[in-house]
């Protein structure tokens, strides 16, 4: 009762001298270091505001263009040619202030609006020069004289200490390719894909499209171009992600996983209070903008940040016909589930963040809780799990007043979810390979009901110490989320660390609140669906499969000795892999992203060409390995255009999507557009960049690796590959299908991958001649 009595800040009774009343000085002080937070929070979002509403210029150089137009006019010249006397005249409290005062206002006055001008030009200037893209196709290692007067206009107009969101107003919109070139890029793309008739029988509908409806739905998406900040983004989030009915689990949320070899800490609490505090330090410096924007690698040039927006505090609200998402300012808790059970953990106390020492002993009072679920409380995540609809019929039935929205609140408002897991995960045992697969479906689904998949991510943390989140993917995509779970793994070891026992560091308060655990009323009919969701979750995760495994016979500085994009050189090894694996080639998806713009998400770059096609046949039909080399060479750099014309905004997909959804606005049909979107993508792919190098030393910590995060496969008789490039020597790979489809097999697909990975270098390397080179040697 200790507690309960500390939250009440006074009390009074009535007796018959009058009202007695009682404060409590240390639950006012309370209440006092709380609001003093919140204010500094709210004082600091208004000081970043001001930065970089007035960005590139700063707030002081406000005071430098009024001194310097006070002190020209102090030698008797006007600068403003006449407009200061023109503000003079219809300044409405002239006739109250001297005259040399109404002069001062007046030039104060038009100071400002010239800064204010000049801050205009100079945004409109960057904005212009961040659109050109022509350094992207310039030949590695050789940069125009264009290019390097265009890095210096940037770098002048960037100001010197921009702030996260500092570029935002200055960052491009996308631009709408013309229908002719879409179309005449998309048909490149699936020509290897078709026989003659059916290209042929699908030119004529490209072709009929572009001469009719196809520019009548350009005209409205050129308008909402000029209207919006972002002509796909929106529609993007809604229809691609909200509106699915279908799991989110599995079908749209992806993991991340933790170190490979390392556990920092085999102590569960211990893990779990590092990490917390290291997300909650990420989100601090989230919200005082703190974070240095993210740029093109090795590059000025700056990304959006909008995504980072909706990082913390949101969850995704279930709905009949499409869900949203929600997102709150500030939270200053977070939710666990251990065994069956919610809890609210709080992690700050009078406007002060807790140690991770006092986060530990915090996750520890929950592990040593020993009481049972409440009845139907310990599968209700499963809810999240399953099919949309019923968890939205459900959510508003049951879960719209009374105990259980106080509840649902808690789970939905808090900063983020953690998991804390009874089984221990990792590589580890006698089959490690096995180990890292069961890593992966846990992480991916778990156990269907122990993670609550709508908040934007969820924690997971096992009993051995190691770590994971498993993140919704409508607010933001995979190297948004890669970049925070970067942050948190380094700064959980380097930064915060562990003492010798393997605890957290940091001092304690004893008087720390106990955390809360939270009520549920759940009636026999809300468990019939939790039971008929956690069944449809089931079936979804049963029928994953799952190869996690690490390339270690070299990585890209291999790669980079033959000359060729590490990203093509693996996308050519996956074609080639596929072809050797289902003997015919497919749409191949490779994420890209278009975060060169603003608001920009991703586009799609369409891998399998017409070149990376002729290079595996010649290499499969047993061709001259000259000619075999010259295809490569073709092909990757085929790919490694491709990919830059996603990022500069000449993509296929996403216009043709957009166009699609302007048809259905309109009430239209479109053969053509409804054929190219009900195209599956048997192989879908993606790469984990690693943005923040410096925040771990390969070198003389080569054993702090991180091995990336994967996704589920897309098509049911497809595959899924996520990848990313350690280091110099190594390439992690993420390999998903679906036992259900006999034609798939993930070990067997990554099987593939590291032969062709093998063969392909064995080929692109420059320092090993050719037969024709060979034979003229002799």
């Not at 040399?100 to 030009?121: D, K």
């Not at 570029?167 to 229908?179: I, K």
């Not at 796909?232 to 989030?237: I, L």
């Not at 989320?481 to 930064?495: G, M, P, R």
């Amino acid at each position: 009762m200790a507690e309960a009595h500390q939250a009440v800040a006074f009390q009074f009774t009535i007796t018959p001298e009058g009202i007695d009343l009682q404060l409590s000085h240390e639950a006012l002080r309370q209440v006092y270091l709380s609001g003093l937070r919140s204010w500094k929070k709210r004082f600091i979002r208004m000081k970043n505001s001001v930065i970089t509403g007035v960005y590139p210029a700063s707030p002081s150089s406000w005071l430098f263009v009024v001194i310097a137009i006070l002190a020209t006019m102090y030698t008797r010249s006007d600068p403003s040619m006449g407009l200061i006397a023109k503000i003079q005249e219809h300044l409405p409290v002239s006739q109250s202030l001297s005259a040399q005062c109404q002069t001062v206002v007046s030039a104060v006055l038009f100071s400002t609006l010239l800064w204010l001008s000049l801050i205009f030009t100079m945004r409109l200037c960057l904005k212009q020069l961040l659109s050109y893209h022509g350094w992207m196709f310039e030949q590695h290692g050789k940069i125009s004289n264009t290019t390097k007067v265009w890095v210096a206009l940037v770098r002048i107009f960037s100001g010197r200490q921009p702030l996260l969101y500092s570029y935002q107003g200055s960052l491009p919109n996308l631009p709408v390719p013309a229908v002719k070139d879409t179309i005449k890029r998309y048909l490149e793309s699936v020509r290897p894909l078709m026989s003659e008739s059916e290209f042929e029988r699908m030119s004529t509908l490209a072709t009929e499209f572009e001469g009719g409806l196809g520019n009548r739905l350009q005209w409205y998406l050129k308008l909402k171009a000029l209207w919006a900040a972002n002509y796909v983004s929106d529609w993007w989030e809604e229809y691609i992600y909200l509106r699915g009915r279908s799991p989110i689990m599995v079908n749209s949320n992806y993991y991340g996983m933790d170190f490979l070899y390392v556990t920092p800490t085999p102590i569960q609490a211990a893990r779990a209070g590092n990490t917390i505090q290291a997300f909650l330090l990420y989100r601090r410096k989230l919200n005082r903008e703190e974070m240095k924007p993210s740029r093109v690698p090795g590059t000025v040039i700056p990304l959006c940040a909008a995504q980072c927006e909706r990082m913390f505090n949101t969850t995704r609200i279930p709905g009949e016909e499409t869900d949203t998402v929600q997102h709150w300012q500030d939270s200053d808790y977070v939710a666990v589930y251990h065994r069956g059970r919610y809890f609210r953990l709080w992690v700050y106390k009078a406007g002060r963040m807790l140690t991770s020492r006092e986060i530990e002993l915090q996750i520890q009072k929950i592990l040593d809780d020993s009481s049972p679920p409440l009845p139907g409380e310990d599968k209700l995540g499963a809810l999240t799990a399953g099919d949309r609809v019923p968890w939205a019929k459900v959510r508003k039935q049951f879960f719209s007043t009374g105990v259980n929205k106080r509840s649902l609140d808690c789970i939905e408002k808090a900063a983020f979810f953690v998991t804390l897991d009874d089984d221990e995960q990792g590589m580890m045992g006698d089959d490690p390979a096995a180990s890292l697969d069961r890593y992966a479906k846990s992480l991916l689904h778990g156990k269907c009901y122990d993670r609550w998949f709508d908040k934007s991510f969820s924690v997971v943390v096992y009993k051995n110490g190691k770590n994971g989140l498993n993140a919704e993917h409508s607010w933001a995509d995979a190297p948004v989320v890669a970049h925070l779970w970067e942050f948190v793994l380094a700064t959980d070891s380097f930064q915060l660390g562990y003492d010798e026992e393997g605890h957290c560091k940091g001092d304690v308060d004893p008087k720390l609140p106990q955390p809360q655990r939270l009520s549920w009323e759940i009636p026999p009919e809300c468990e019939e669906v939790v039971s008929q969701s956690l069944a449809v979750a089931q079936a979804l995760a049963d029928d994953v499969d799952f190869h996690v495994f690490s390339f270690s016979d070299f990585g890209k500085g291999k790669i980079k000795k033959c000359r060729i994009s590490p990203d093509a050189f693996i996308q050519l090894a996956l074609q080639l892999a596929y072809y050797r694996d289902r003997g015919l080639f497919c749409l191949t998806y490779e994420a890209s992203m278009t975060r060169l713009f603003r608001e920009g998400r991703t586009e799609t770059v369409r891998s399998c060409t017409n070149e990376s096609c002729a290079f595996v046949k010649a290499l499969e039909s047993g061709e001259d390995e000259d000619l075999c080399r010259r295809l490569l060479r073709l092909a990757t750099d085929k790919h490694q255009n491709l990919y830059r014309m996603a990022m500069t905004g000449a993509g296929i997909d996403r216009h043709l999507f957009c166009l699609y959804v302007v048809s259905k606005y309109l009430g239209l049909e479109s053969p053509f557009l409804k054929e190219v979107l009900s195209e599956p993508w048997r192989l879908s792919t993606s790469q984990t960049p690693v943005q923040q190098v410096e925040l771990f030393d390969l070198v003389n910590h080569p054993e702090y690796i991180s091995c990336g995060g994967g996704f589920g496969p897309v098509a049911d008789d497809g595959y899924g590959v996520s990848y990313i490039i350690v280091g110099e020597n190594m390439i992690n790979f993420h390999v998903s299908c679906k036992h259900s489809c006999a034609q798939t097999d993930s070990h067997r697909y990554g099987a593939h991958i590291r032969q062709a990975l093998l063969d392909l270098l064995l080929l692109g390397d420059p320092g090993r001649p050719g037969k024709a080179q060979a034979k003229k040697d002799l």
